[in-house]
């Protein structure tokens, strides 16, 4: 009977582990699950997938906007508010001074330049507040935009048409201006955009000629 081969003995070195590493890590990413997108599509990739992630882009490009904007408006507001203090502060002061001589004339100029300032504060709040109506209307957008998403997602859904006229009237019921409810109401009947905002302009200024805007003098200050 032939004796058996003596078993060779295995060296283990740095360079067999790293080849095990690697070859480890290869079979891994091979192995990984990824999602199917237009840069590597697969058997499950589908342009509606495609659409809700740009939809989602769309939202997160508006939410950032909003969050960069926010933060910028807020150091304004804190810098206005002290500004309007300091203000009615110097109006006072040059209140209590006398009306006689040089020291009247002084007075006068310092209340006619806080006159002048003080309009220039209520136009500086009305175009904060407009700001403030602005970021309402995106975060309106942005939700509605999420609410598509939702709906093209889900099969159950996208070609019921009973769902989409429930979205739209969603949509339609967060318009806070009849301009907005006209656009909304000329696009969902086939009007181009340009046609529809046209629309929308031509209602804002026929409302304004007809009945001219009081302005009003109790403005909130934040």
């Known amino acids: 009977m032939t004796p058996a081969a003596p078993k060779k003995k295995r060296t283990v070195t740095k360079k067999s582990v790293a080849k095990k590493s690697v070859a480890r890590k290869g079979a891994v990413k091979k192995g990984a699950v990824t999602r199917s997108s237009a840069r590597r599509p697969d058997l499950d990739w589908s342009q509606i997938g495609e659409t809700v992630r740009m939809l989602g882009l769309a939202v997160a490009q508006i939410e950032s906007s909003m969050r960069d904007g926010d933060d910028s408006v807020n150091v304004l507001g804190n810098s206005f508010t002290t500004m309007y203090g300091s203000m009615q502060m110097i109006s006072a002061t040059a209140g209590q001074l006398s009306n006689r001589g040089e020291t009247g004339q002084v007075k006068a100029a310092i209340e006619h330049s806080a006159a002048e300032v003080s309009v220039m504060m209520q136009e500086v709040i009305v175009a904060m507040q407009f700001y403030d109506k602005l970021t309402q209307r995106l975060s309106h957008v942005a939700s509605s935009i999420n609410a598509l998403g939702d709906l ?4 159950g859904r996208l070609y019921n048409p009973f769902e989409w006229a429930g979205l739209q009237e969603k949509i339609r019921a967060k318009y806070t201006t009849e301009e907005e409810r006209l656009m909304f109401d000329a696009i969902m009947e086939g009007a181009a955009v340009e046609e529809a905002l046209r629309a929308a302009e031509a209602f804002r200024r026929e ?10 003098d109790n403005i909130d200050l934040f």
């Open 152 to 155: 093209i997602a889900d099969n």
């Open 207 to 216: 409302r304004a000629h007809q009945h001219e805007e009081v302005p009003d």
